[in-house]
């Protein structure tokens, strides 16, 4: 069975920090592209991050500078580092893997295989 599992989410004061992982079962993630994606209650599903199977990565204006995304093929897992986090980060997060295409992109469409989410809330 393939699949995706976020963790890392929970509470946080703004200008704090939290790392999401994505860890995948079932399948290697070296082929694939990994997008992280967040959804805020009433707002669509919004691409933030990406990062291909060469290593080449994506962020979004609105978290640009702030997050950073990578992946270690070798524990089959992907990472956001979130820093600098602000209330409008709120949202829940996911991970998305397009076995479709190994090129780093945030067309939610086209991502396949999901994880769960993990809620990640900024609050003071």
């Known amino acids: 069975q393939f699949e995706l599992v976020e963790s890392g989410g929970g509470l946080v004061q703004p200008g704090g920090s939290l790392r999401l992982s994505c860890a995948a079962s079932?399948?290697?993630?070296?082929?694939?592209?990994i997008g992280w994606f967040r959804q805020a209650p009433g707002k669509e599903r919004e691409g933030i991050s990406c990062?291909?199977?060469?290593?080449?990565?994506y962020h979004a204006d609105s978290v640009k500078g702030r997050f950073t995304i990578s992946r270690d093929n070798a524990k089959n897992t992907a990472w956001l580092q979130m820093n600098s986090l602000k209330p409008e980060d709120t949202a829940v997060y996911y991970c998305?893997?397009?076995?479709?295409?190994?090129?780093?992109?945030?067309?939610?469409?086209?991502?396949?295989?999901w994880g769960q989410g993990t809620q990640v809330t900024v609050s003071s």
């Open positions: 990062i291909s199977s060469a290593d080449t990565t």
């Open positions: 998305a893997v397009d076995s479709r295409a190994p090129v780093c992109h945030v067309d939610a469409y086209a991502y396949d295989l």
């Open positions: 079932g399948f290697s993630l070296d082929d694939y592209a």
